[in-house]
């Protein structure tokens, strides 16, 4: 029996950490890193968190209930988790769709209009910087309104895959609904993995070129992150003069890397987070608070004159 493809040296990988005991952390308020960054330059490294005040849930946040996302192998190697994510994904992608982005989105945009911030790297596949109005992003794992065959290599829009879907799976929607749940109230991730238990009849869709297996262009746990891609990252992190975290615990190494190089260089970094992340050691100043006050005081403090 063949087995499935396994990935190569995979960067994405969720595991669980600690802060070490003797770990020393440089704590402090919105106006020490107001200081910091004045006169200074910027790039920003988004997660999770700063989307959960647009609706999007966070689920490494603590307060989120355990969950397993699904691993590129399990997606490539299984048609009945493929035909599981599918129908999960229908659903709540068009929650996703209809998310607005918050302050926190709208003064990262505005800090780069005002030629602070250099540029925003997302771990986050919503779209809600763009949304918001910033220009140079980097989407590090990927988007969710993009399929692509891994086959042939085309790319479709979601919109397009789900017209698809609707004409494969004619009641799925509406059964969805007579069982009492709205889209709102189900379990969306932030990768639009919303939870839904009747599954089991969904017909997912072939590439309509070529029959092959359709895969979202979003980075599964268990994948690389494309190089040139990590390569425009990193180039983006040399481009400022500080780095500075928002809304992630930096738990996948995709984003702790960054931070890890900037601190390399010498490059000041301020985290911004509710709760420890793994790269509070490495910081030169960690704000335990939220991104969308934070980053709505940052941006008036430092584009006033
Ligand atoms: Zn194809």
Redesign the pocket.
């Known amino acids: 029996m063949p087995s499935a493809p396994r990935p190569l040296a995979p960067t994405y990988q969720q595991r669980t950490w600690t802060l070490p005991p003797d770990a020393v952390v440089h704590h402090g308020t919105v106006d020490d890193a107001a200081d910091l960054l004045r006169g200074r330059t910027f790039t920003a490294l988004t997660g999770a968190g700063i989307s959960t005040d647009s609706g999007i849930p966070d689920y490494r946040s603590p307060d989120s209930p355990p969950r397993n996302p699904m691993t590129y192998e399990q997606f490539v190697g299984d048609e009945a988790f493929r035909r599981h994510y599918w129908a999960r994904n229908h659903v709540g992608w068009q929650h996703v769709r209809r998310t607005r982005p918050n302050d926190g989105h709208r003064a990262l945009a505005a800090l780069e209009a005002a030629g602070i911030v250099r540029g925003v790297i997302t771990q986050n596949v919503d779209l809600l910087h763009e949304d918001a109005g910033s220009r140079r992003v980097i989407d590090l794992h990927g988007r969710y309104d993009r399929v692509a065959?891994l086959?042939?290599?085309?790319v479709i829009s979601r919109a397009r895959l789900a017209e698809r879907l609707d004409a494969l799976n004619p009641h799925f929607l509406d059964t969805v609904l007579a069982e009492g749940l709205t889209v709102s109230d189900i379990e969306v991730a932030p990768d639009a993995d919303a939870v839904v238990e009747q599954t089991s009849h969904f017909v997912p869709a072939p590439?309509e070129?070529?029959?092959?297996v359709l895969k979202p262009e979003i980075v599964y746990f268990g994948e690389t992150v494309p190089r040139e891609r990590v390569e425009r990252a990193y180039a983006m992190v040399d481009d400022a003069d500080a780095l500075v975290v928002a809304g992630t615990s930096l738990t996948v190494m995709s984003g702790l890397r960054f931070v890890r190089h900037a601190a390399k260089r010498g490059t000041p970094v301020v985290i911004i987070n509710r709760g420890p992340t793994r790269g509070d050691p490495l910081a030169t100043l960690k704000l335990d608070a939220g991104t969308t006050e934070t980053l709505t005081t940052l941006a008036a403090t430092l584009t006033s004159r």
């Open positions: 065959c086959t042939c290599g085309r590439c070129f070529c029959g092959g």
